[in-house]
């Protein structure tokens, strides 16, 4: 991420390499313009095919800004790894990362329903099976929103690799490589008022065993 | 991150929950205004004191407008755990978020030595004492870049907490809880040229051992 030339060079063109990093995260970065100044929020997200669907509440000012079609561009990151090159200046991250600009619009409150839907799935896998569907009130309550995937729209950047050969051999003979990190789902924690008996959900089976 | 009216209530105002927030992840989203556009790119940084620091490429005619200057916004966050709730209305996540808004200031060349030692050892504890300091070169190369704290300039958000309970009875009787999330390393892969005898240096044991 150190250096914008190299980026550059890891750039993916392939929708199907913007698909798998959006698919990969449940949290991004919406940024908008408000009164000439940036503007963020870090959201839930969930991808629908060339859309991305994001949600909050209907109470939220800056939001309805967002939605009623200022441009936003949202980012996703993963961190894959930490990379330790023989010198300061090469050592960087491993990482997979994801923008898509555009503008975002309110999706029609009688798709609402579907889009909570698709948020809870993404999210736990499964889960709008197994509750009760959201009920116009909760409905009412919710901003969904969309940003749409457009051709020219997107970027994916990644960096999947060793850190580089040293360019100067004096600078060598030590450890390099790179240390992986990932993220992984521990002990499903019961909420307080559920009793030892009741069982976990396959959604969150699911989950777990995803992450 | 559902709810921009919940958000509030776990807004947090002490200085030390906005250190600790920034403290503990390594990568963060910058954003600005280009052209009257918002652009964001992912930025690995480090906190040092009153500032976070950042740093790219001296080639990169974006990072340049922005250090020159520009409004900037730096969204962090921390994915903790899934919220399952007995709705999919209230499902969401538990979460740390740190905004910081400001604008960025270029390091000083004569500082930038010090900002490239801070951010390797942000990344890898301790590393900027076992390899050689950065070139002149190195250093003509690095665009440092620091974003002042100021006192109204920052928001943190955090939830930290089981689902809410549900509002109507019928609701409940089903699992309910929290998916803990956490990222954590795996074991050091060295790079190609690097011989099996080569230890492992302690930076990387103690980065291992922090994640």
């Not at 949202?74 to 894959?80: G, M």
């Not at 090159?85 to 960087?92: E, G, K, N, P």
């Amino acid at each position: 991420m150190k250096q914008i030339r190299r980026e550059r060079e890891r750039a993916r063109t392939d929708r199907p390499d913007l698909d798998a990093v959006l698919d990969a995260a449940a949290v991004g970065t919406l940024a908008t313009v408000l009164d000439g100044q940036p503007w963020v929020v870090p959201m839930l997200y969930a991808r629908d095919g060339d859309r991305i669907i994001l949600h909050g509440s209907t109470g939220a000012g800056a939001l309805r800004h967002v939605a009623a079609g200022a441009p936003a561009a949202f980012c996703v990151t993963l961190l894959d790894g930490i990379v330790v090159a023989d010198t300061l200046f090469d050592s960087t991250a491993n990482y997979r990362s994801a923008v898509i600009r555009g503008h975002l619009t309110v999706i029609d409150p009688a798709d609402a329903a579907y889009a909570l839907d698709l948020m809870s799935d993404a999210l736990i896998p499964g889960r709008s099976s197994e509750v009760r569907s959201s009920t116009k009130k909760e409905l009412s309550a919710t901003l969904a929103m969309a940003l749409p995937i457009e051709p020219e729209g997107w970027t994916v950047k990644v960096r999947d690799a060793p850190p580089d050969p040293p360019e100067d051999a004096a600078d060598g003979g030590g450890w390099a490589g790179v240390v992986p990190l990932r993220t992984v789902a521990g002990d499903p924690v019961s909420a307080p008022w559920v009793s030892a008996e009741v069982e976990v959900p396959k959604s969150v089976h699911r989950l777990v065993e995803r992450t």
